[in-house]
């Protein structure tokens, strides 16, 4: 089995959400444990970054199997928290074949999708497993094989894996999304979502 390690990135400030994306309600919890239930049975290795809000969030992971990683320097945007946290998972796993990343901001991503990306790795190949929405678009969750790793640990500012995607176009492998890819970044969308798909329980 590949070891590929899942890495949650919610660090951000939510500045367009007005408060934080990480503790709103999904169902009958918040959206950062949520979330957590979801990927939880596609990875026995999970990492969850926290920046602003820290000190609220990680008390709900304490029931979890996730390993909380702090970036002190969130503020400098999702490139850095991407960073620093592919940095701290080498550290812990010296032999890693992959990571596969996503959002706090995507509810809609299910377990199933997950493990399809995982379904078509292949270890060794270099390549970027890539969410594609029904309209086209690629991005997050993503899958980067190890090859990739020295170039992630460079990102910085808000440059994120959406660089990287384009720039390794022809080693990308599609998986198919659906309408799930929709990021949740204001309370007008929170709100549409909540009402549309959050769990009723």
């Known amino acids: 089995m590949n070891n590929i390690p899942h890495l949650l990135l919610a660090a951000g400030t939510s500045k367009r959400m007005g408060e934080p994306k990480q503790l709103l309600r ?24 926290l920046g602003a809000y820290a000190d609220l969030i990680e008390p709900l992971l304490k029931s979890s199997n996730a390993e909380v990683i702090r970036n002190e320097y969130w503020e400098n ?3 850095n ?8 998972i080498l550290q812990s796993n010296r032999i890693t074949d992959g990571v596969l990343i996503s959002l706090i901001d995507q509810p809609l991503v299910t377990t199933s999708h997950y493990l399809k990306m995982r379904a078509v790795f292949e270890k060794g190949k270099k390549q970027i497993i890539v969410s594609e929405s ?11 094989d190890a090859h990739y790793f020295e170039e992630l640990q460079s990102l910085s500012g808000e440059e994120g894996a959406k660089k990287m995607i ?36």
Do not use: C
């Open 134 to 144: 029904d309209l086209g678009w690629l991005g997050v969750p993503v899958l980067f």
């Open 166 to 201: 384009k720039k390794y176009s022809k080693n990308t492998t599609l998986v198919k999304a659906g309408k799930t890819l929709v990021d949740m970044d204001t309370p007008e969308m929170y709100r549409k979502l909540h009402n549309e798909f959050s769990p009723q329980w």
């Open 26 to 49: 999904w169902g009958n919890k918040s959206l950062i444990q949520f979330q957590m239930d979801t990927i939880a049975p596609t990875s026995d290795q999970f990492y969850v970054t």
């Open 77 to 79: 945007g999702m490139g």
């Open 81 to 88: 928290s991407l960073a620093f946290s592919i940095q701290q």
